[in-house]
């Protein structure tokens, strides 16, 4: 085992680190105060390789590993968790999806400009009544000749309202079930997509989330990815990778969490003496430090799997599982540390608590990861 980073994954670790400090940070209080999105960061980050990080040169990516992936993931989820999950689905859902199952024709028509910031890409699974359970989806694509026509509402799509690409998932044979979903690239203004208005959410406020109607969408059969009935197999597989992705901006939430109680705890004073020498509080740190190292080591362990092209859903799904209860546990106990200052805007920690509490719900349910873990070590 070699826990030591190599110098470039140390290289590009450091320049999201700075990124972060200097891009992201300035704007990132307001940005989630007034629910915008950082359309300049995201293209300084798509210029800077950080938008398709593991797509290969040969399709516009700088093609670094997935431990690189989620050192850069951390550094800008500390900053800024909206700016985060922007960039995950971007990375970890969308050009992987396509650069593992795309023909030559779609990496060059859509990875291609997704890789290198040009364009952002969305992910639409989800349905008002298809959450955790994907199966059953009730948008259905039908077949017209060369075309299909697209019918149904795909719902909570990050990026939904500011994406150029559509990674879209329907049922383009009921009678197979989950085996007669499959996969379209779709490209934003097609006649026929109706965008709906952005959710005002809880947390990742800066993040783009909208419902997308469909309404008699026609595309081409050459728009599907992999082969018809391939879909869901693609979402799974997908998603497998993207949990890397959430679980290291919980991991980000968690870790800037630590950092402020440290900070805070060393700085404010009750009874004379900083509240950090007081054996409550650092019990509080220790356990924060733990939760923090622990869900670091499940991600990279995750990350090096998937590199070393070994299995990974199950420790995907064990990272994200912990990653997001240790960036909910820290977020609290970080706002418990500061007090009635941790309950108001002026410190960071409330919103930490807000980003935090959807690494919980999103890319799988904490009970979902449940269920895939489960299933792999119960199987014969
Ligand atoms: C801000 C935000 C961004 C999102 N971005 C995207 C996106 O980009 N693309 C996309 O496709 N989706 C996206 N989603 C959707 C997200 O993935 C789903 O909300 C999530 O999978 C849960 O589905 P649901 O909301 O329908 O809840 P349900 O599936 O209805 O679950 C309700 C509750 O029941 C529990 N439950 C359900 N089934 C089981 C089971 N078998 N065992 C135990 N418990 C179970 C769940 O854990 C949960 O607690 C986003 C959601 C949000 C809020």
């Not at 972060?20 to 210029?47: Q, W």
């Not at 356990?287 to 299995?311: E, F, I």
Request: proline share 2%; net charge negative.
């Amino acid at each position: 085992m070699d826990f030591n980073f190599t110098e470039e994954q140390t290289a590009i670790r450091d320049t999201a680190r700075d990124f972060a400090e200097n891009e992201i940070a300035p704007t990132s209080v307001e940005r989630d105060k007034n629910a915008e999105f950082p359309y300049d960061i995201i293209k300084k980050l798509g210029e800077s390789g950080f938008m398709g990080m593991m797509v290969s040169p040969d399709w516009g990516g700088p093609g670094f590993d997935t431990i690189s992936y989620v050192l850069a993931m951390e550094e800008i989820s500390k900053v800024d968790a909206s700016v985060g999950v922007i960039m995950s689905v971007n990375n970890s859902l969308v050009c992987f999806g396509i650069e593992k199952w795309g023909t030559d024709e779609q990496k060059e028509k859509f990875l291609k400009p997704l890789a290198s910031g040009q364009k952002l890409g969305c992910f639409c699974l989800s349905e008002p009544e298809a959450g955790s359970d994907a199966t059953h989806q009730r948008t259905e694509a039908v077949k017209d000749g060369d075309y299909y026509i697209l019918n149904g509402i795909k719902n909570w799509i990050t990026n939904g309202t500011t994406a150029d690409v559509y990674f879209l998932h329907a049922q383009t044979d009921k009678s197979k079930g989950y085996k007669g979903i499959s996969t379209f690239l779709i490209e934003k203004g097609t006649p026929g997509i109706e965008l709906g208005v952005k959710e005002d959410k809880l947390g990742i406020r800066s993040s783009d989330t909208c419902s997308i109607g469909l309404n008699n969408v026609k595309v081409h059969k050459n728009q599907i990815l992999g082969d018809e009935g391939l879909g869901f197999r693609i979402a799974m597989e997908t998603l497998n990778g993207g949990r890397i992705g959430i679980a290291s901006q919980a991991l980000g939430i968690a870790q800037a969490s630590l950092e402020a109680a440290v900070k805070y705890s060393k700085q404010r004073k009750a009874f004379d003496a900083p509240i950090a020498s007081l054996q409550a509080i650092q019990f509080k740190l220790s356990d924060m430090a733990t939760l923090v190292d622990s869900a670091r080591y499940l991600t990279l362990n995750a990350a090096w799997k998937k590199d070393q092209k070994q299995p990974y859903h199950k420790e995907a799904a064990m990272a994200k599982l912990y990653a997001s209860k240790a960036a909910v546990q820290n977020a609290l106990e970080a706002i418990q540390i500061h007090g009635g200052y941790g309950y108001v805007r002026e410190y960071l920690v409330e919103r930490y608590l807000r980003d935090a509490k959807i690494t919980e719900i999103y890319e799988g349910t904490t009970e979902i990861q449940k269920v895939v873990i489960s299933r792999e070590i119960l199987k014969d």
